[in-house]
């Protein structure tokens, strides 16, 4: 088995829900990507103490995290720049990007050549309430590349900011970085390995 320092976050924090989306099919790219062959969430060993503290707020109020996406194998990160940079397989740009350019997504910031989620203390998450199982209200749905899912866009209506800035608050709380473009991605400040990209498969 291929040696690294990351850790399943599951087995740290075992009622966090874990819904990776480049696993399976519900994806922008209608495939499971390149490096997923299990849906396993792998974070560095700061990132996951950092979450589980997010964790334990949240379920005193009823709440818990949902993850969309964590470390990301770097062979991932190329198969989304082989496919921004190719002309053909539109299908999911009504859903995914209406209204931006397939072939300037990695311009406009949504797809990176060399993404945080790599080295292991990115996390694509919302929260969702546990009586209900329903996900916050956002605004958008995640991967939703459109200025509406910018994290202070004024596009949505005053309760889904108001959502958004308290998944940001959780979060900063906890020692992590929002970014401007993607309301639920985060990375933790003083992540261990900013200068390494991992590659290995999640099995």
């Known amino acids: 088995m291929e040696e690294h320092p990351l850790i399943d976050v599951k087995t740290q924090i075992p009622s966090v829900m874990i819904d990776l989306r480049y696993a399976c099919e519900n994806n922008f790219m209608g495939k499971r990507v390149n490096g997923y062959k299990k849906a396993r969430c792998f974070l560095s060993v700061p990132a ?30 190329d198969e989304f ?5 190719s002309s053909d397989d539109l299908a999911a740009k009504a859903i995914y990007y209406p209204e931006v350019e397939k072939s300037s997504l990695i311009q406009e910031g949504y797809i990176a050549s060399h993404s945080g989620h790599s080295r292991g203390s990115t996390v694509d998450m919302t929260v969702v309430d546990k009586a209900t199982g329903k996900e916050w209200d956002m605004g958008t749905f995640f991967d939703f590349f459109d200025p509406k899912s910018h994290t ?9 900011h108001e959502n958004r800035m308290k998944l940001r608050a959780l979060m900063e ?31």
């Open 48 to 77: 996951v103490e950092a979450l589980a503290k997010v964790q334990a707020t949240l379920e005193v109020q009823g709440q818990t995290i949902k993850i969309w996406d964590c470390y990301r194998p770097q062979r991932a990160v």
């Open 81 to 85: 720049v082989a496919w921004v940079n």
């Open 152 to 160: 202070l866009s004024p596009l949505v209506t005053k309760a889904q």
């Open 173 to 203: 709380q906890q020692g992590f970085v929002p970014i401007s473009t993607e309301w639920w991605h985060f990375t933790l400040k003083d992540e261990p390995y900013p200068d390494t990209y991992f590659d290995f498969v999640i099995k």
